[in-house]
């Protein structure tokens, strides 16, 4: 039916109006096609914000992990430290003890016998006696000596050396050149080449 009034509409020379849009309209629509794609790039947008925070996350997670390994090792190292100077400190204070100990016990039988000697002296009338067993003393003492290593020196005649002899005084000579050791007071001592006690001398000042 419709057609047929359409024909003859053709046919009576009427014509046909069809609706017109105007250009306003067209860019109205046109805008709100364009809507939706800007939402999608939002979205786009917050999710590659999202993903990057996650990241920051997730890196400062790790991050703070690892400081405090570092930190527990660090710990460790500084307890095994003190433990460590505790014990050689410790090490050395016994070492100490046992050369003491060790110094000392050949001198105690010394001690004894010098003892004996002091209150020999003094109720004895046999001198001989008595110097014979001064003499055993001061045999073991340079054996006790001689067993730690110590040796001692005379300086007598020697070019006075500032390293091994103590000038205590001078003395005008016209037999001994100047500079030359006249006389002894106490021997020298050394260990080695260490000098455990200079000898204590006097030294000629040339002749008058």
Request: aromatic share 6%; with cysteine.
């Amino acid at each position: 039916m419709a057609n047929e009034e359409e024909l003859k509409r053709e046919n009576s020379g009427e014509s046909i109006e069809f609706d017109t849009v105007s250009p306003e309209t067209e860019l109205d629509c046109l805008k709100e096609t364009e809507q939706p794609l800007g939402g999608m790039d939002e979205a786009v947008s917050g999710a590659g914000k999202s993903d990057s925070v996650s990241d920051v996350s997730s890196e400062l997670s790790e991050l703070k992990k690892a400081n405090e390994e570092l930190l527990d090792k660090y710990l460790r190292v500084q307890a095994e430290y003190q433990n460590y100077r505790k014990r050689v400190a410790k090490d050395i204070a016994g070492a100490r003890n046992f050369a003491v100990i060790d110094t000392l016990t050949p001198f105690l039988q010394l001690f004894d016998n010098f003892s004996m000697a002091v209150k020999a002296a003094g109720s004895t009338t046999n001198i001989e006696a008595l110097i014979q067993g001064l003499n055993m003393i001061q045999g073991q003492y340079s054996k006790a000596l001689e067993e730690l290593g110590v040796t001692n020196y005379s300086a007598v005649g020697e070019k006075f050396d500032p390293k091994l002899h103590d000038a205590i005084a001078t003395e005008k000579s016209d037999t001994v050149p100047e500079g030359v050791v006249i006389r002894e007071w106490c021997c020298g001592y050394r260990m080695g080449d260490n000098v455990l006690r200079p000898a204590r001398v006097v030294v000629s000042g040339g002749a008058e």
